[in-house]
Structures are given as C-alpha cells and as structure tokens.
C-alpha cells in the first residue's frame, strides 16, 4: 500500500494565529500522517494471506477502528490548513461571492449561516466545525465532528473546515477563550478555497 506523505503548507502571518502555533499543529498533522501510514503497514501484514485468521480478528478490528481516527485527523487537517489564508483573509466573503449566495440560499442570510456556525464552533468538547454541501440539492448546513471520525456526513463535500481542539489556539488564547479564535480563524479565511471547493448549482434551503 502506497506511504501518504505530509503536505508542505505556505501559511504564516496570521491575524490572531501565530506562527508558533502554526508550527506545534503542523507537527501535530504530520504525526497523524505517520500514524495512518503505520496502522495502513499493520493491517496489510493482516491481509498479506488473503483472510484475517479469528484468533488475529479483535486486534485486526481495532487497528481499523484506530484507522479512522488517524485517517479522518490527517484529511480533516489538509482542509482546515487549506481554507487559511498566509497573510490573512479579509473577513467575510463578498457580496457577490458564490459562497455568500449559497448560504444565503440555505439559510435565508449569510449572517444566519455564519451565527450558526460559530455556535457549532462554541460548543463544548474538542472536536471540529464543518459546514458541508449536499451534492444532490447544493444545500450548505454545518455540523460537529466528534473526534475525527464521528459526525462526517456520508457523500457530503467539506467546504469550510474549523479546528476546536484545544491545539489550534491554546498558545495564542485561554481554553475559554475559544470565542477569540474563532474570531480570528474567520479573519483569515481563503474564501477563494471555499469557492472552489464548492459545487456551482443554486442551493435548495435547508428546511425544503
């Protein structure tokens, strides 16, 4: 099986994150890479005869539960570090944005969709904040992952993605001050990312 390699990402200058934070969660990425590669080698050496013997399956079992943690840690990472802006953003998206539009139309204002977001993002526990699309209607809705693994939305596209573990800001602000960083994440968001990221149709609302 083919090694993942971790991604080198040019993001520096952020307002309200620092360098030095960036740097701790870029080894932090880095190691969920590692992880998902050794736990890829262990579960081949499993298969390397075509069947899991029984007396092998519990620990067959829960290097693949194991999997999905290191795995959806490593992905989940490359979005958030992509939709970052080196240099910071601009705050909101403009107004002719495809982005602004589309949350307009699953939630009848940007600022409806935005209010609700940084709410997910508030919620108490580590975790993340995802706002994803439907491919069958264009609809945008966000949600809470649990973990990494626990909450993703089967066949949903991830447009923004938001890290709430303690990780991404606790050099920067105090655990309760997590209200300050997400502030800070929207002022660097890439919302060119968004827009590529997302599929052009006219979203149906949320509650259709």
């Not at 620092?18 to 080698?41: A, C, I, P």
């Not at 958030?80 to 589309?102: E, H, I, M, V």
Request: with cysteine; proline share 3%; glycine share 8%.
């Amino acid at each position: 099986m083919e090694s993942y390699k971790a991604r080198q990402f040019n993001l520096s200058n952020l307002k309200g994150i620092s360098d030095e934070t960036l740097e701790m969660h870029f080894k932090l990425y880095e190691g969920y890479v590692k992880e998902t590669n050794k736990l890829n080698e262990k579960i081949s050496e499993f298969l390397k005869d075509g069947k899991v013997d029984q007396d092998e399956f519990a620990e067959y079992s829960e290097l693949n539960r194991r999997l999905g943690f290191e795995y959806n840690g490593m992905v989940l990472h490359e979005y958030y570090f992509d939709n970052l802006q080196t240099g910071g953003g601009t705050g909101d998206p403009n107004q002719t944005s495809a982005f602004r539009k589309s949350a307009e139309q699953s939630f009848g204002s940007y600022d409806i969709w935005k209010a609700e977001f940084v709410g997910v993002g508030k919620m108490r526990g580590v975790g993340w904040a995802i706002c994803y699309q439907n491919p069958t209607n264009g609809a945008l809705s966000n949600h809470w992952i649990t973990l990494h693994e626990t909450g993703n939305i089967a066949g949903f596209t991830p447009v923004l993605v938001m890290d709430v573990w303690e990780h991404a800001y606790i050099l920067d602000y105090k655990p309760a001050d997590r209200p300050k960083y997400i502030e800070a994440f929207f002022s660097n968001i890439d919302w060119k990312v968004l827009e590529q990221r997302l599929q052009h149709q006219k979203a149906q609302p949320i509650a259709a």
